[in-house]
């Protein structure tokens, strides 16, 4: 990366724009620093409101914005206060909450954390799936109710992660990761993606398998295919009831993919297993029978970065606005023709 372009005038002029809170958690003291190195960068606060007389003072000069949870849809309105903005990175990973069809249609320069979040997003799967595999949290709760040594001898042989076999839906920038993380250990792993082929899938040390093969065979399914109209829906009750007994499903994408009666059904049966990560709507209601489901592990959408993981989020966005600023481009782009297929 060459060096920072010197003197003010010379410079991209930048700002922020997201929620004053996702600023404070996300951002430190360092990054500001470090991007003011790169570029003139707008005084604080941050815009969390684009339509404000001072944002728009502030948007009228702005050649780069950097964003996060929390900021405004970038519409026509906003573009026409910014005639000079030609890129936006973003400090997380989906962008599909505020960057609009106007920014591709100018022709503005996208980038995203995704790549930095898909991490923390695939060792929660990994977690999930080598802890379901020896029924951790099962054995735990009954432990903790009996106090006594459990027998081992008697242990199912259903139960360890020896020779298991495990479905991934979507070979995602998040479901590649899980793939990545899953090599080291002794499963089989299945694959369901329309847009790969069976080159691909081999290069990757999958088994490239339709949807019904990959929820009858799989011991566990990790759900990581992005939320489109296509995909709203898409594992319904014949796929759910499909799983074998004992299956577990795994869900860190979105509720509204998964077919939430007839998991429920399933579950309360006690036919299979699940660990939610996400639900429709993304907090139950009160009396939602899942809440009280045995077979069913509910976490509050924390698959994603969170503490000490969004200092990676701020260090990929950082390097990304650097890069930009000194003219080599973006090394994680978001073009809008892969826009569909990205969580």
Not at 235 to 257: C, F, Q, Y
Not at 273 to 282: F, Q
Not at 306 to 322: I, K, P, T, V
């Amino acid at each position: 990366m060459t060096e920072p372009p010197a003197g003010p005038g010379s410079r991209p002029r930048a700002a922020l724009a997201m929620s004053p809170d996702a600023a404070a958690a996300v951002l430190g003291p360092e990054f500001l620093t470090t991007l003011a190195q790169w570029c003139d960068l707008a005084p604080p606060p941050v815009l969390d409101d684009l339509t404000t007389p001072r944002a728009r003072t502030v948007l009228a000069d702005v050649d780069l914005l950097v964003t996060g949870w929390g900021c405004p849809p970038l519409d026509p309105d906003v573009l026409r206060s910014a005639p000079r903005l030609r890129a936006v990175v973003h400090t997380a990973g989906s962008v599909r909450g505020h960057v609009t069809d106007a920014c591709w249609e100018r022709g503005i320069e996208v980038s995203s954390a995704a790549a930095a979040n898909a991490l923390p997003v695939a060792e929660y799967t990994l977690a999930m799936i080598l802890l379901t595999g020896k029924r951790v949290l099962e054995t735990a709760r009954d432990h903790r109710a009996s106090r006594t040594a459990p027998d081992w001898l008697c242990t199912p042989r259903t139960v360890g992660n020896h020779h298991r076999t495990v479905g991934i839906l979507s070979a995602s920038l998040i479901g590649r990761r899980v793939i990545d993380l899953l090599r080291p250990h002794d499963f089989e792993v299945l694959l369901h993606d329309p847009y790969v082929g069976a080159g691909e899938a081999r290069e990757l040390g999958v088994q490239h398998v339709g949807p019904t093969e990959l929820f009858r065979r799989g011991d566990t399914v990790s759900v990581h295919t992005p939320l489109l109209p296509e995909t709203r829906g898409l594992v319904g009750r014949d796929l759910i009831d499909s799983m074998r007994p004992d299956a577990v499903l795994i869900n860190t994408a979105r509720g509204a993919i998964i077919d939430q009666d007839a998991l429920t059904e399933a579950v309360l049966a006690g036919r299979i297993r699940a660990v939610l990560d996400v639900t429709d709507p993304e907090v139950l209601p009160p009396d939602h029978p899942l809440w009280e489901c045995d077979n069913v592990l509910l976490t509050p959408h924390l698959a994603g970065s969170q503490g000490n993981e969004w200092r990676r989020l701020a260090g990929l966005a950082l390097s990304e606005a650097a890069r930009w600023c000194s003219g080599e481009g973006f090394l994680h782009p978001v073009p809008r023709e892969r826009l569909a297929f990205l969580a």
